[in-house]
């Protein structure tokens, strides 16, 4: 192969390792997925990456110009370093960038799974390549990403973009961080979960739940809402209220024209973007109304590889770490 300005793309934030040699126009030339087996440890973990970028970039390593590596926080993207993230156990402080480039000879960026994921759909996805937007994923956690005038906005410590964790009811359920009301415990797919296991037994949430396994989860609440179920009513309307006040707040401060949604509750979409789009028209000031549109992920479970890929697919955008390589 003769081709210039491949790039590898690597998500760690999901449940097993996936890779991809990616071309500059976002196209997938090959992938790999690898089991993470995170109980083993950071090193084990380090040599089935090592093993995965090797095997993307057998017999075209010297078309490659890099590779991306998207990895769950908290870590520090500019030092390329993981601190110790609640989803790998036993990592605390792998200089993750460094130890990738001395053993394979190449350089290599870290991000946040999050805002890989943002700069994929900018790039590759509903973002396209346009301006400034907020990226937001929601599942079993509320995880997001901002591209700001075309450039991944990272701040100083590169923490920036974690709307999960923004208060929107200080008097609200307590969260995974420690604190209460953080949008995430209030629109997450466990906290729809939870608000559903709590409705009355007459609800059509807990029969459905009980012909699909017996355990109440989000997607149930959405089913019955769509049946015409008065309580999983009360929880959408709730979950896209909260979700319209986390995010007016950010449309305030940053002016974005789109919110692209990802994540497994954003399969919901159907039932979400229409109640979403015009609780958020109420929260706005008059300028801002009608200026910001949501709308849904396009890459799906892509958007990490492509986003770790894309740190390197425009060198002037210098958005990754290494920037002086
Ligand atoms: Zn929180």
Not at 174 to 184: F, I, M, S
Request: hydrophobic share 40%.
């Amino acid at each position: 192969m003769t081709m210039k300005g491949l790039c590898v793309g690597i998500d760690l934030g999901g449940t097993k390792i996936a890779g991809a040699l990616v071309d500059q126009d976002g196209s997938i030339l090959r992938r790999i997925r690898l089991e993470t087996r995170v109980e083993q440890g950071p090193q084990a973990v380090i040599d089935r990456l090592v093993e995965a970028i090797v095997q993307l970039t057998d017999g075209v390593r010297s078309s490659v110009e890099g590779v991306g590596v998207a990895a769950p926080g908290p870590l520090d993207s500019r030092s390329g370093v993981v601190f110790s993230p609640p989803n790998l156990p036993g990592w605390v402080d792998v200089p993750l960038r460094q130890v990738l480039e001395d053993r394979l000879g190449v350089p290599v960026k870290l991000e946040n799974d999050a805002n890989a994921a943002a700069w994929g759909e900018y790039w590759f996805g509903a973002g396209q390549r346009k301006g400034s937007m907020i990226y937001l994923t929601v599942s079993t956690g509320v995880g997001s990403g901002l591209v700001l005038d075309g450039r991944l906005f990272r701040g100083e410590n590169t923490f920036a973009g974690e709307i999960g964790h923004t208060i929107v009811d200080p008097e609200g359920p307590p969260c995974g961080c420690g604190r209460q009301g953080c949008l995430e415990s209030l629109v997450s797919g466990t906290a729809i979960a939870k608000f559903g296991q709590t409705t009355d037994p007459s609800s059509l949430i807990h029969s459905l739940a009980a012909k699909d396994g017996g355990v109440i989860r989000a997607e149930h609440v959405f089913e019955a809402y769509r049946m015409g179920d008065a309580h999983a009513e009360k929880i959408v309307r709730q979950t896209v209220r909260y979700l319209a006040i986390g995010l007016s707040n950010l449309i305030h401060i940053f002016n974005p024209g789109k919110i692209v949604v990802g994540g497994g509750v954003s399969r919901a979409g159907d039932v979400l973007f229409p109640l979403l789009q015009e609780q958020l028209d109420s929260y706005l000031m008059a300028p801002f109304r009608g200026t910001c549109e949501a709308v849904p992920a396009a890459l799906g479970e892509d958007a990490g590889v492509l986003g770790a890929a894309a740190l390197w697919t425009d060198r002037r955008q210098q958005v990754g770490t290494g920037d002086s390589s």
